[in-house]
């Protein structure tokens, strides 16, 4: 999904607001002296503004509320530049009030009531008749109105967010509209990436409609974008004077010798991520493979919890990842207590998930009150397991609001892989990434990632990166290391891919 951003604060357009925050950014500004009339006529200019100048049939599609007067403003303004305009309202002309009745009154066209054969013959279609802020399932009329809109042939360009997606969770109400773009205000909402809702909003564009940035440090969101927006000023940049142990040791446990790729893919996304040194430890039975098959990584037999608690009890090992390739039960158990007890920080993916599923309390025991991080990585099939409960609770209906929950609940920061991945801490921040091609579904991808947030946290500590940034920062490199690959990508490009991604981000970072 692309994102266009129109004037405000760049430094801060990774916020995104819940439909509730965004209401709230909305009574700040006319507190402070902007009329909502105003606000909704910025609005509706943005809208008009989306329009090209040879789509001249214009159909608006309005609802009663205050994205249907953005809607008559949009009607308004591209009238006034010469096109052909209809508005279309669902609902009752006498249901309208405030400042959406103020913008039909100024609105001087033909209204008519809403039919989808109206939807005939247009060059384009703006939807306007639900906002962000819909939760509840669309039914009669409205849902008509929205399948008749995916059926015709012209774009479609949605007010805010396309019809029936709910603003904060993603999810579509029933039914919603497939948009061609659309044009949101001040700041996106989650609905625009997570899913399904992402796949209905084509490009979006973030218009600034006179709301100040400053209200957001009254509301404090907590929900964010993921981009180097949210943690590049923590991001680890080497340093002139560093060498390989100031840029952290991260360990990766292997498993047997039927099962080493795992732990080779993630040894090598943690060295590709920047950290100064990586190991793997490696039971005595896959020593042979595991140092056959590795050059700048290091590899030492470790075989068993104890022998890694004495591994770790070198504080440079700072980082450890269990999980890839490490099979399931006891012995992986007391491998991850192992690492819980040291003073590195753990990241935990794969079969070291699927190893507490029984007895997740056991997990949590020792994540909590731990001074260094701990990160869980775990894909839809693992979180239902590890986190049995949150996943089938009817409550909490988006994936947001899953990962929130379960971070709450261990003590951990949890990375919810998937096309939306969402990185939740346990104090309420959350970010959801939006940048992963379909080419990164490929087996040992995520053994990759693992490798990536354990080579950002080895290095990271001294620069402020705590598990939250380093966890959402992996994700983002992740997606753009696919990205810049292509077609054809496998687990084993992805570190090869990082180099590209790193020159990059970093082309206009100060060396420290």
């Known amino acids: 999904m692309s994102v266009i951003v129109m004037a405000d604060s760049v430094e801060r357009m990774n916020e995104l607001l819940t439909t509730a925050e965004m209401a709230e950014a909305d009574r700040a500004a006319i507190a402070g002296g902007t009329p909502g009339l105003t606000l909704m006529e910025h609005a509706g200019r943005a809208v008009a503004d989306a329009v090209a100048a040879r789509q001249k049939r214009v159909l ?25 305009v209809t508005v279309l309202l669902v609902g009752d002309i006498a249901h309208l009030k405030g400042d959406a009745l103020r913008a ?44 008749a809109m ?41 609905g625009h990436l997570l899913l399904p809702g992402r796949l209905h909003c084509g490009p979006v564009e973030v218009a600034d409609i006179g709301i100040p940035s400053s209200v957001l440090d009254a509301i404090q969101p907590k929900t964010f974008a993921n981009g180097p927006g949210l943690w590049g000023p923590r991001f680890p940049v080497p340093r002139i004077d ?77 980082t450890v990842v269990l999980g890839p390739g490490g099979g399931v039960g006891l012995p992986m158990r007391e491998l991850v207590k192992a690492a819980l007890e040291s003073s590195a920080a753990v990241v935990l993916d794969a079969d070291a998930l699927t190893s507490f599923a029984d007895q997740p309390e056991q997990l949590w025991a020792g994540i909590r009150g731990r001074a260094a991080p701990v990160v869980l990585t775990p894909h839809a099939g693992e979180f239902s397991r590890l986190f049995r409960t949150i996943y089938n609770d009817s409550q909490l209906h988006s994936k947001l609001e899953r ?37 990164l579904a490929t087996a040992g991808a995520g053994d990759v990632l693992a490798g990536i947030i354990a080579g950002l946290l080895a290095q990271g500590q001294e620069f402020g990166m705590d598990g939250f940034d380093a966890a959402s920062a992996a994700a983002w490199l992740h997606g753009e290391a696919a990205a810049a690959f ?23 970072a100060p060396t420290p």
Request: aromatic share 4%; hydrophobic share 45%; proline share 6%.
């Open 150 to 190: 995916n059926g015709q042939d012209a774009p479609v360009i949605a007010v805010d967010l396309p019809s029936g997606i709910n603003g904060t969770t993603g999810a579509v109400m029933g039914a919603a509209v497939n948009a061609t773009r659309s044009v949101t205000f001040f700041r996106r909402k989650p």
């Open 242 to 318: 560093g060498h390989k142990y100031s840029r952290g040791h991260a360990v990766v446990v292997s498993g047997g010798i039927t099962t080493t790729g795992a732990a080779r893919l993630a040894a090598r996304g943690a060295l590709r991520a920047g950290a100064g040194v990586v190991t793997i430890a490696s039971p005595g039975e896959a020593l042979a493979v595991n140092a056959a098959s590795n050059l700048a990584v290091m590899v030492r037999p470790v075989d068993g919890a104890a022998e890694l608690s004495e591994f770790l009890a070198d504080k440079r090992r700072n």
């Open 60 to 84: 608006v599609v309005a609802g009663p509320g205050n994205n249907g007067g953005d809607g008559f403003v949009a009607a308004r303004l591209l009238a006034e530049r010469g096109h052909d």
């Open 403 to 439: 990962a929130r929950e379960a971070a709450r609940l261990s003590g951990a920061v949890v990375l919810f892989k998937g096309p939306d991945t969402v990185v939740a801490a346990a104090d309420g921040r959350a970010s959801i990434s939006d940048n992963a091609p379909p080419c």
């Open 486 to 508: 292509g077609p054809g990508l496998i687990a084993e490009d992805l570190p090869e891919a990082l180099p590209t991604v790193y020159r990059r981000l970093l082309a206009t």
């Open 104 to 147: 039909f009154e100024r609105w001087r066209g033909a209204t008519l009531p809403a039919s989808p054969g109206a939807l005939r013959g247009c060059d384009v279609v703006i939807d306007a008749l639900f906002g962000a802020g819909l939760d509840r399932p669309v039914e009669g009329l409205p849902r008509a109105m929205i399948e």
